[in-house]
């Protein structure tokens, strides 16, 4: 925003052009500022005044945008995506028993997942709100199967019995592990 324009007389007799400039200045800052107020206001002012002689916002109607469609489909034809593929072309997720039992337990989730048993280790991931828990704990660290397969360690102050986050009472196991070696969890 422009406050104004200070022009300064150096010496009596001098800067004449000074003040000249500095009343150009002027008029040209206001100038520009009343164009930019008349054409920045110029749609809303049009806009109000349709509303006020009845007219709608430019765009389609509802009705207008039915036609065209059902205009649109009549030019394109029927499309027949064919029936939709049988049950038995999916893959079956494959379920592997674990070398080692894991528990299901319940975590904050988005918490750092370690690669080792301390604080300061490289990261593996976050938590998810359930975490497969097995072994015994290190240095107060808990050892979980990360979703990869990895093993990954978080502080076991953070592990708790399992509550879902979705539904009060339901139960959690680790049913198995995939074929990457990541828990595959059982919620009923």
């Known amino acids: 925003m422009v406050r104004g324009v200070v022009s300064v007389r150096v010496r009596a007799g001098e800067g004449e052009g ?3 400039k500095g009343t150009m200045m002027r008029r040209i800052i206001l100038a520009a500022m009343s164009a930019c107020l008349l054409v920045g206001g110029l749609p809303h002012a049009q806009a109000q005044q349709r509303q006020g002689q009845g007219q709608q916002q430019p ?3 509802p009705q207008e945008l039915d036609r065209m469609s ?3 489909m009549e030019e394109r034809g029927r499309v027949d995506h064919g029936p939709p593929p049988p049950l038995s072309s999916v893959p079956k997720l494959q ?3 674990p070398a080692e039992p894991w528990i299901c337990k319940s975590t ?3 918490q750092p997942v370690y690669s080792e048993p301390r604080l300061g280790a490289p990261t593996l991931g976050k938590t998810q709100s359930q975490v497969a828990v097995g072994g015994r704990s290190q240095n107060g660290f808990a050892r979980i199967l990360f979703p990869n397969g990895k093993i990954g360690w978080i502080p076991a102050d953070q592990v708790r019995d399992f509550v879902s ?3 009060p009472g339901l139960t959690c196991q680790v049913e198995g592990v995939r074929a990457n070696g990541g828990p595959v ?3 009923e």
């Open 18 to 20: 000074v003040d000249q």
């Open 59 to 61: 765009g389609f109607t």
């Open 70 to 72: 059902q205009q649109r």
């Open 95 to 97: 379920i592997f028993q």
């Open 108 to 110: 904050k989730p988005w």
């Open 165 to 167: 986050d979705v539904k």
């Open 185 to 187: 969890f059982g919620i």
